[in-house]
């Protein structure tokens, strides 16, 4: 069936009606909710994974992405229904497809160099199976212009963007992991881009249909492409900010939240967070996007506020130094308990977790390196360098919190310092009220509020 010969409300009619079929490559955090939502509103949906196993257990409606909040009931529903399927053959689900949508990871190495090989092999797997009429998505986030240069891998199929035989776009994923489901269905409008008005106008049609918050049209593929790179870059320009300013008010012994709080009742004034670090699969990695895509421009503000927030972690540890030396106490030896091995809390992610550098640089000290997290277990610890334990297991020197799980922030303080020989704590994400464990007899440091 050919899409670009429908009316808008003739698509979603069908659309409603579970006449098209949609394939989704990549069976993710990101494309297994996406997938599992356009199934939910009727449409057929195959989703297409590399791994064997994750296809058989989905098809048996076992969701892998356990963390996802409502995740499992929807996808054992969709398959109870009939609405979802799973496969490993991406050629087949492209023959079967009407709209397919790329939705597979893109990262960076540690030097930041981007890495688009799941994606152009996506497009090689689609291109066989690419049918005229078929409108072809790409939803992970790239570089500006990378959907573009997807165009001559499809034309193998022997049609050509140019002459309409297939519609072309971007429509770029804005979810978290852990409110995916309730992100996808109208928490943000949803931005799309098209090689042309009429794929434009279909894919308006399909994205109403899952999404209450509307669709914002961008004129063109690259802007669409533009827009969720500029979303995580503006994050990690305003934090590495933040931690820029942070770190005066240590040097100038100013309190940095109580500054920032009273600054931001401005309206025009919004300073983020400082903190231990930046990360995650998206704010620290977009930045790159920019950074080695620009041929002409040197892009100093970006790259500059991305050295700074991937600083954060060393500062951490100078912290904890500074904290020790205070009560006469080296980092050698040291015990040490980190609070956190996540990047932020309540989701299993380690993705340029602040912790991971943070024991690196503890362990290069020779200090005795102990880690906890609520979602964790011992084998995660000792992933990344640390001895696992829980906070009453031994008498701890400093405590060091870099995730802000919700037990952190709850924390029994009396129950903490009876577990301390030396009562310092170094909170890396403002998870615990400083006058508050002041009283409690703790040296309290954090970015930007620093009293010895």
């Known amino acids: 069936m050919s899409m670009l010969n429908l009316s808008k409300e003739e698509f979603k009619n069908k659309f409603k009606n579970g006449k098209i079929t949609v394939a989704v490559y990549g069976q993710g955090k990101m494309g297994l909710p996406l997938a599992n939502v356009f199934a939910e509103a009727g449409v057929n949906v195959i989703g297409v994974d590399i791994c064997e196993e994750v296809v058989e257990n989905l098809n048996k409606g076992i969701n892998h992405i356990t963390e996802e909040p409502f995740l499992s009931e929807l996808v054992a529903k969709n398959v109870k229904n009939g609405t979802y399927c799973a496969t490993t053959d991406g050629k087949l689900a492209a023959e079967k497809a009407d709209i397919m949508i790329i939705l597979v990871p893109t990262l960076t190495d540690e030097k930041g160099n981007i890495k688009l090989g799941p994606v152009y092999n996506v497009a090689e797997i689609i291109s066989?199976?690419?049918?005229?009429g078929n409108i072809v998505i790409t939803e992970a986030t790239m570089p500006p212009s990378t959907t573009e240069s997807l165009i001559t891998i499809f034309e193998k199929s022997?049609?050509?963007?140019?002459?309409?035989?297939?519609?072309?776009a971007h429509a770029p994923e804005r979810t978290m992991t852990g409110t995916a489901l309730r992100d996808i269905k109208g928490q943000y409008p949803k931005i799309i881009g098209a090689n042309d008005s009429k794929t434009l106008e279909i894919l308006s049609g399909m994205y109403e249909t899952i999404n209450n918050a509307g669709i914002v049209p961008i004129s063109g593929i690259k802007g669409a492409e533009a827009v969720k790179v500029f979303e995580g870059v503006y994050r990690d320009v305003n934090i590495g900010l933040a931690n820029e300013l942070a770190l005066w008010c240590e040097e100038h012994n100013v309190d940095a939240l109580?500054?920032?709080?009273s600054a931001n009742t401005q309206p025009y004034c919004h300073i983020h967070t400082p903190g231990a670090g930046v990360g995650g699969h998206c704010i620290p990695v977009y930045p790159w996007f920019v950074i080695n895509s620009s041929e002409k421009l040197n892009p100093r503000i970006t790259k500059t506020a991305r050295e700074l927030n991937d600083y954060m972690a060393h500062h951490m540890v100078e912290l904890t130094i500074k904290g020790l030396n205070s009560f006469e106490k080296s980092l050698k030896n040291a015990k040490i308990l980190v609070l956190g091995l996540t990047f932020r809390g309540g989701v299993k992610e380690f993705m340029k977790s602040a912790a991971i550098p943070i024991i690196s640089e503890l362990n290069g000290w020779d200090a005795d390196v102990y880690a906890f997290d609520p979602l964790c277990d011992e084998t995660d610890a000792n992933r990344y360098g640390a001895k696992w334990a829980e906070m009453e297991s031994y008498k701890w020197d400093a405590v060091i919190i870099t995730s802000d799980h919700v037990e952190f922030k709850n924390m029994d303080l009396d129950k903490l310092m009876k577990n301390v020989n030396i009562p310092l704590i170094v909170d890396g994400r403002n998870t615990i009220d400083p006058v508050?464990?002041?009283?409690?007899?703790?040296?309290?440091l954090s970015v930007g509020n620093f009293k010895l």
């Open 158 to 168: 022997g049609l050509k963007l140019s002459n309409g035989d297939f519609g072309l």
């Open 258 to 261: 109580e500054v920032f709080e």
């Open 128 to 132: 066989s199976g690419l049918k005229e």
């Open 436 to 444: 508050i464990a002041r009283e409690k007899g703790f040296k309290y």
